[in-house]
């Protein structure tokens, strides 16, 4: 009797991880039609051929059409600055914002990167389209995890930390010192996608 009431209480802890924390994100009732994903070099799949880039890559996953609106070197800046250009007006259902690490490289303020991904963020989520945040791992002390947890919690999205855990630091994933190679960004889009796949409504056409 012990033994079953013992694996009773396990099971309960298991469900209520498994069920019971996962993150609320905001407008999963989106009516926008395109998967966008918004970001920098990494987006724009630099170090890869073409057809290669992790958003291509995904669209091959997820069985989706997929915009690649990644410009290589954009600060959080420079993409507000284009936000409504490549994002707003191409009907957004689902927005991947990667963004942050030329913020870092640049020496930008952590504050001034966060209130841009937050402006980012909200004139997303002001369309009703669900925003992915991912996040990459600049250096040994992550500068930023913490921040763009709370920022997750806050505005209510889906958070991918560490996208390139184990790419960073694998040459044979790597084009270059800092950037993906096929291989790597083929790992970035099976991250992304099996993250995404739980919130996405099926595809009727």
Excluded: W
Excluded at 122 to 149: M, N
Excluded at 187 to 204: C, D, G, S, T, V
């Amino acid at each position: 009797m012990r033994k079953t009431k013992v694996f009773k209480i396990y099971l309960a802890i298991f469900i209520l991880l498994a069920f019971g924390c996962a993150p609320k994100v905001a407008n999963l009732s989106s009516q926008g039609k395109n998967i966008i994903c918004f970001g920098d070099s990494i987006t724009e799949g630099e170090g890869a051929s073409e057809g290669n880039d992790y958003p291509a890559r995904l669209a091959q996953k997820l069985n989706q059409v997929v915009i690649n609106a990644g410009v290589s070197g954009d600060t959080t800046k420079d993409a507000l600055a284009r936000l409504q250009q490549d994002v707003i007006s191409r009907d957004p259902g689902v927005v991947i914002v990667a963004l942050g690490a030329n913020d870092y490289f640049g020496g930008i303020p952590k504050q001034e990167t966060m209130a841009n991904l937050r402006k980012i963020i909200e004139s997303i989520q002001a369309t009703g389209a669900t925003v992915v945040l991912v996040e990459t791992r600049v250096s040994i002390v992550d500068p930023y995890l913490k921040l763009f947890q709370n920022l997750a919690q806050e505005k209510k999205i889906l958070l991918i930390p560490d996208i390139l855990k184990g790419i960073f630091t694998n040459p044979s994933l790597k084009s270059d010192q800092l950037h993906p190679n096929a291989r790597g960004y083929a790992l970035i889009a099976e991250r992304i996608a099996q993250e995404l796949k739980p919130y996405l409504q099926p595809n009727e056409d």
